[in-house]
T-cell receptor, first 115, second 110 residues
């Protein structure tokens, strides 16, 4: 049981290049999320998927696209990378409980540097 | 929208007790969560409060006052390994996403 996995762990891009960050979870969770974390800014939601086949914008979606490939996988794509997208990207998944609690489980993160 | 306020940094010594406060403003409220993140690591869930009062899990406790829009995380018998960032997070609806605070960095010294 690996939980949430992300690839790659590190990536360096030049401005204008594209790339896709991969995320997979093996907990059979319905909901998946992409966050970015910058120093002093906490975790900011980029996109999320409440269930297979649906995606919605979060707080900071500009410059990103997502695909919920199936229940396990949720990818994040940067079509034309910019230095402002230098960040640490976390994927997470969750499942609601009857109490209203929804614990999110995070992947190890992808550290992206855009030059 | 939602906003959360927590101190940026707290320092304490081993064996001490420390309290990390969180105040929030939301249009609705569906619970306050706390997450821990060690440097370079992934955030991990610590606790959740939906109702007023104190929830205890080992050395960690979390408190909520919905009328004051306020909560705190209490860490007792501090250990060096507790040095990490701590984030409070809220949901404002029955099926909505979490909004995280900017985090409090806890530094535990010998």
């Amino acid at each position: 049981n690996a939980g949430v996995t992300q690839t790659p762990k590190f990536q360096v891009l030049k401005t204008g290049q594209s790339m896709t960050l991969q995320c997979a979870q093996d907990m059979n969770h319905n909901s998946m999320y992409w966050y970015r974390q910058d120093p002093g800014m906490g975790l900011r939601l980029i996109y999320y998927s409440a269930s297979e086949g649906t995606t919605d914008k979060g707080e900071v979606p500009n410059g990103y696209n997502v695909s919920r490939l199936n229940k396990r996988e949720f990818s994040l794509r940067l079509e034309s990378a910019a230095p402002s997208q230098t960040s640490v990207y976390f994927c997470a998944s969750s499942e609601s409980t009857g109490t209203g609690q929804e614990t999110q489980y995070f992947g190890p993160g992808t550290r992206l540097l855009v030059l | 929208g939602q906003s959360l306020e927590q101190p940026s940094e707290v320092t304490a010594v081993e064996g001490a007790i420390v309290q990390i406060n969180c105040t929030y403003q939301t249009s609705g409220f569906y619970g306050l969560s706390w997450y821990q993140q060690h440097d370079g690591g992934a955030p991990t869930f610590l606790s959740y409060n939906a109702l007023d009062g104190l929830e205890e899990t080992g050395r960690f406790s979390s408190f909520l006052s919905r009328s004051d829009s306020y909560g705190y995380l209490l860490l007792q018998e501090l250990q060096m390994k507790d040095s990490a960032s701590y984030f409070c997070a809220v949901r404002d609806g029955g099926y909505s996403t979490l909004t995280f605070g900017k985090g409090t960095m806890l530094l535990v010294s010998p």
